[in-house]
């Protein structure tokens, strides 16, 4: 049997040179102890075949150590090596040779950077092979530059196209590389996609109302849409301003068809003009107001039944619920629908306003429909139960609690429910993400607050550069942004860090935690941007907002912080030198750049300990490796235990294991929600902006919905839940470890 080396040679095949190549992956630092090398080599081997190129050889030995992942997590490590072996044989061998192939889609001011200064000296290449295998794929499936449809970057290069583009020296750029290169912290996908690019949009979010209640208005909204979508960046759209179905027409003295044929629409534009040229889909969420006389039939569009006409399941959809509906809910009262033309205060009102206009319009338009409260909420709850959808967000508490109150009423949050901020019809506003990697701050001695710190500053400033860096897609954004400067800092693997530190998520010591940590990361942020004020001066629109008067988020909450920090001293800084950013915190989901750094998604707890992950660039099986090696201490990591785990659906507590490990490793079907509510609300006074909260129930009921959303409606949360995540009925084939070490 032989093989064919990359310049065509054949060369025979052998058992050695397998081995060897295993093995100088696995001696990698640092060196892998749980992989059998003996028994991948004999797995591989099965599956060899004639002819085949080194290159699909690297590859085939990358997946079949994938394969073995339910034995250890350094399996997905082993397999991330081996895929990089053949990464770094195919893509050029520096930094700036690489940038020089790419330079037709980079831009002339970026590529000027990387000749003028000798960036690849301070490339570290070996960091490339600390990605295991879903990171490493997930990298180059939708992250790493190619040219002739080849990748050219490799992780390190594109790490240093980052930072290079966003500094402004060589200093600064390397030693924001090498932060990024360590794993502190990473930009969100649009920053990770686009730096250095022509078209460098960097930014994530997009907040947009409809310019106005007319054709013209609709059009020139979906134009914007789209332009921002072809950008990479996801939407946010508050529709709930546009007249009714049946309302009157001057113009024509006919009738408008309504909200559904519009986001019909609007439901197209996401399918055809997806985000960054085939890099994620379109994605546009949908906000509607619960009085709006539409707002039933909006409910109905993302069914999985029903008139195919009446459906626009692309799009998502989201309640900007005041508190005066709640409360109608609650106390089993009546409910009245407007046409927004009939009650055009409604939407840019909250508050003791917004309820002193809407019974003033109640007792005053004839043509108001009446529905019993409860009945539009089972029909949300319905709603939730069947797909997910609609986010649930509170209107009086997103405006109460915003440092943007003084621009005006805040009409929509985004595409996932964790930045609210202020737009108009001529601003679109925007927000910059990146997220921290909690597990880096877990030390032998607990948890490093002093670095937290520390690394919430340092992110802050360099997501005000992405600010100055960026192009923007439409002009109202860019007017928004400069004006406004929001960033958004959020972080991952947070379960991980309660894991590490042997606490139950669900535990007072973990709770207590959480708080402190997002007291760190509010405390650094802030810190940062008023040393940015007294540089740069405040962002333009400081003046009047909450933070001018000296308040906090937590000021906002009416809850103190700890003693940890010096606020009163900072107060006084912010009062007498202002902001340069007028948000700040905004925790994100954070599913693909958790992937690439082996990190569980956002805050939320583990789904499971043992999965498999479906992504773009295939399907690999994850194993919580926290759980791992806690059980190989006491050497109970056993094909037993992990046959256990797989057949109750990635849960412990079947196991012999001990109890206190099953308190610890609760996945969050087992947890209750009140828990994630509970900390959702604890961390909620250091979050100036929301939190991307999703809920879990296995099996929801409208009982269940009712209770747990009333629970973090009266907890004071922004955002009530992003999705309602429910169990399949019927589940996949389960796989066992003898089927993984067989590959069959």
């Given at each position: 049997?032989?093989?064919?080396?990359?310049?065509?040679?054949?060369?025979?095949?052998?058992?050695?040179?397998?081995?060897?190549?295993?093995?100088?992956?696995?001696?990698?630092?640092?060196?892998?102890?749980?992989?059998?090398?003996?028994?991948?080599?004999?797995?591989?081997?099965?599956?060899?075949?004639?002819?085949?190129?080194?290159?699909?050889?690297?590859?085939?030995?990358?997946?079949?150590?994938?394969?073995?992942?339910?034995?250890?997590?350094?399996?997905?490590?082993?397999?991330?090596?081996?895929?990089?072996?053949?990464?770094?044989?195919?893509?050029?061998?520096?930094?700036?040779?690489?940038?020089?192939?790419?330079?037709?889609?980079?831009?002339?001011?970026?590529?000027?950077?990387?000749?003028?200064?000798?960036?690849?000296?301070?490339?570290?290449?070996?960091?490339?092979?600390?990605?295991?295998?879903?990171?490493?794929?997930?990298?180059?499936?939708?992250?790493?530059?190619?040219?002739?449809?080849?990748?050219?970057?490799?992780?390190?290069?594109?790490?240093?196209?980052?930072?290079?583009?966003?500094?402004?020296?060589?200093?600064?750029?390397?030693?924001?590389?090498?932060?990024?290169?360590?794993?502190?912290?990473?930009?969100?996908?649009?920053?990770?996609?686009?730096?250095?690019?022509?078209?460098?949009?960097?930014?994530?979010?997009?907040?947009?109302?409809?310019?106005?209640?007319?054709?013209?208005?609709?059009?020139?909204?979906?134009?914007?849409?789209?332009?921002?979508?072809?950008?990479?960046?996801g939407i946010g759209i508050d529709v709930s301003n546009v007249r009714a179905k049946g309302s009157l027409i001057k113009g024509?003295?006919?009738?408008?068809?309504?909200?559904?044929?519009?986001?019909?629409?609007?439901?197209?534009?996401?399918?055809?003009?997806?985000?960054?040229?085939?890099?994620?889909?379109?994605?546009?969420?949908?906000?509607?107001?619960?009085?709006?006389?539409?707002v039933q039939d909006v409910l109905k569009l993302k069914l999985n039944h029903g008139v195919e006409e009446e459906r626009a399941?692309?799009?998502?959809?989201?309640?900007?619920?005041?508190?005066?509906?709640?409360?109608?809910?609650?106390?089993?009262?009546?409910?009245?629908?407007?046409?927004?033309?009939?009650?055009?205060?409604?939407?840019?009102?909250?508050?003791?306003?917004?309820?002193?206009?809407?019974?003033?319009?109640?007792?005053?338009?004839?043509?108001?429909?009446?529905?019993?409260?409860?009945?539009?909420?089972?029909?949300?709850?319905?709603?939730?139960?069947?797909?997910?959808?609609?986010?649930?967000?509170?209107?009086?508490?997103?405006?109460?609690?915003?440092?943007?109150?003084?621009?005006?009423?805040?009409?929509?949050?985004?595409?996932?429910?964790?930045?609210?901020?202020?737009?108009?019809?001529?601003?679109?506003?925007?927000?910059?993400?990146?997220?921290?990697?909690?597990?880096?701050?877990?030390?032998?001695?607990?948890?490093?607050?002093?670095?937290?710190?520390?690394?919430?500053?340092?992110?802050?400033?360099?997501?005000?550069?992405?600010?100055?860096?960026?192009?923007?897609?439409?002009?109202?954004?860019?007017?928004?942004?400069?004006?406004?400067?929001?960033?958004?800092?959020?972080?991952?693997?947070?379960?991980?860090?309660?894991?590490?530190?042997?606490?139950?998520?669900?535990?007072?010591?973990?709770?207590?935690?959480?708080?402190?940590?997002?007291?760190?990361?509010?405390?650094?942020?802030?810190?940062?941007?008023?040393?940015?004020?007294?540089?740069?001066?405040?962002?333009?629109?400081?003046?009047?907002?909450?933070?001018?008067?000296?308040?906090?988020?937590?000021?906002?909450?009416?809850?103190?912080?700890?003693?940890?920090?010096?606020?009163?001293?900072?107060?006084?800084?912010?009062?007498?030198?202002?902001?340069?950013?007028?948000?700040?915190?905004?925790?994100?989901?954070?599913?693909?750049?958790?992937?690439?750094?082996?990190?569980?998604?956002?805050?939320?707890?583990?789904?499971?300990?043992?999965?498999?992950?479906?992504?773009?660039?295939?399907?690999?099986?994850?194993?919580?490796?926290?759980?791992?090696?806690?059980?190989?201490?006491?050497?109970?990591?056993?094909?037993?235990?992990?046959?256990?785990?797989?057949?109750?659906?990635?849960?412990?507590?079947?196991?012999?294991?001990?109890?206190?490990?099953?308190?610890?490793?609760?996945?969050?079907?087992?947890?209750?929600?009140?828990?994630?509510?509970?900390?959702?609300?604890?961390?909620?006074?250091?979050?100036?902006?929301?939190?991307?909260?999703?809920?879990?129930?296995?099996?929801?009921?409208?009982?269940?919905?009712?209770?747990?959303?009333?629970?973090?409606?009266?907890?004071?949360?922004?955002?009530?839940?992003?999705?309602?995540?429910?169990?399949?009925?019927?589940?996949?084939?389960?796989?066992?470890?003898?089927?993984?070490?067989?590959?069959?």
């Open positions: 049997m032989y093989v064919i080396k990359r310049k065509g040679v054949q060369e025979s095949f052998t058992d050695s040179k397998v081995r060897q190549t295993i093995n100088n992956a696995v001696n990698l630092a640092p060196k892998l102890t749980t992989v059998d090398v003996d028994k991948l080599v004999q797995l591989s081997n099965n599956g060899v075949a004639q002819a085949m190129s080194t290159s699909d050889m690297l590859s085939y030995l990358a997946e079949s150590a994938a394969s073995m992942g339910t034995l250890s997590y350094e399996y997905g490590i082993l397999a991330g090596r081996l895929d990089c072996f053949e990464l770094h044989k195919s893509t050029p061998g520096s930094f700036t040779e690489a940038m020089n192939t790419l330079g037709d889609i980079l831009c002339d001011t970026f590529l000027e950077k990387v000749r003028a200064y000798n960036y690849d000296v301070h490339v570290n290449h070996a960091q490339d092979f600390q990605y295991d295998i879903i990171g490493l794929r997930t990298l180059k499936r939708s992250y790493l530059l190619k040219h002739n449809n080849k990748i050219v970057e490799r992780p390190q290069y594109m790490l240093m196209r980052v930072a290079v583009f966003l500094s402004d020296a060589p200093d600064d750029a390397i030693e924001m590389y090498n932060i990024l290169s360590e794993g502190w912290y990473t930009h969100a996908s649009p920053t990770l996609f686009n730096s250095g690019m022509k078209q460098h949009q960097l930014a994530s979010c997009f907040l947009m109302s409809m310019k106005e209640d007319s054709i013209t208005g609709i059009y020139d909204t979906l134009k914007e849409v789209a332009l921002i979508s072809k950008s990479a960046g024509t003295n006919g009738t408008s068809n309504g909200l559904v044929p519009m986001l019909r629409v609007f439901n197209n534009t996401a399918r055809y003009v997806d985000q960054g040229g085939n890099k994620r889909k379109g994605s546009f969420a949908v906000y509607i107001e619960p009085w709006h006389k539409d399941r692309d799009l998502f959809y989201a309640l900007w619920m005041p508190d005066l509906f709640m409360k109608r809910v609650e106390s089993d009262a009546e409910w009245s629908l407007f046409c927004p033309t009939e009650a055009p205060k409604l939407q840019d009102s909250y508050g003791e306003e917004f309820e002193r206009l809407y019974e003033e319009y109640e007792a005053t338009v004839k043509s108001k429909v009446t529905v019993k409260a409860r009945d539009l909420w089972m029909q949300v709850c319905t709603t939730q139960i069947e797909t997910g959808t609609p986010y649930l967000l509170y209107k009086d508490a997103c405006n109460m609690k915003s440092n943007q109150k003084n621009l005006g009423t805040i009409r929509s949050s985004n595409l996932c429910c964790e930045i609210v901020e202020y737009h108009d019809k001529d601003e679109t506003a925007v927000c910059t993400l990146a997220s921290i990697a909690l597990p880096k701050f877990v030390t032998q001695h607990g948890f490093n607050f002093d670095r937290l710190v520390e690394m919430a500053g340092i992110v802050t400033k360099k997501l005000n550069l992405v600010i100055d860096k960026t192009c923007y897609p439409i002009h109202g954004a860019m007017v928004s942004n400069q004006k406004h400067r929001p960033i958004g800092l959020g972080v991952q693997g947070l379960s991980d860090v309660f894991q590490m530190m042997g606490m139950a998520y669900d535990s007072e010591e973990a709770m207590q935690l959480d708080r402190e940590i997002f007291e760190a990361i509010y405390y650094g942020s802030v810190k940062a941007s008023i040393e940015l004020s007294k540089e740069h001066g405040p962002y333009d629109s400081f003046k009047g907002s909450p933070a001018c008067e000296g308040k906090f988020q937590f000021d906002l909450w009416g809850i103190p912080p700890t003693k940890r920090f010096n606020w009163e001293e900072l107060r006084i800084d912010m009062i007498n030198h202002g902001l340069r950013n007028s948000l700040l915190t905004a925790p994100m989901p954070t599913a693909s750049s958790a992937q690439i750094l082996g990190n569980t998604e956002s805050f939320e707890p583990r789904t499971s300990n043992i999965y498999v992950r479906r992504v773009l660039s295939g399907e690999f099986v994850i194993v919580n490796k926290y759980l791992q090696q806690t059980c190989m201490k006491s050497g109970s990591w056993t094909p037993e235990v992990i046959n256990k785990i797989i057949e109750d659906k990635g849960s412990i507590q079947n196991t012999n294991l001990p109890d206190d490990i099953k308190k610890i490793f609760k996945t969050t079907w087992e947890l209750s929600q009140k828990s994630s509510i509970d900390h959702a609300a604890t961390r909620g006074p250091y979050i100036d902006q929301s939190q991307s909260l999703n809920l879990y129930l296995p099996t929801p009921t409208h009982s269940q919905l009712t209770s747990m959303h009333f629970y973090a409606w009266k907890k004071g949360l922004k955002t009530g839940q992003y999705y309602l995540r429910t169990r399949p009925k019927a589940d996949a084939i389960a796989f066992t470890v003898e089927c993984e070490s067989c590959s069959a």
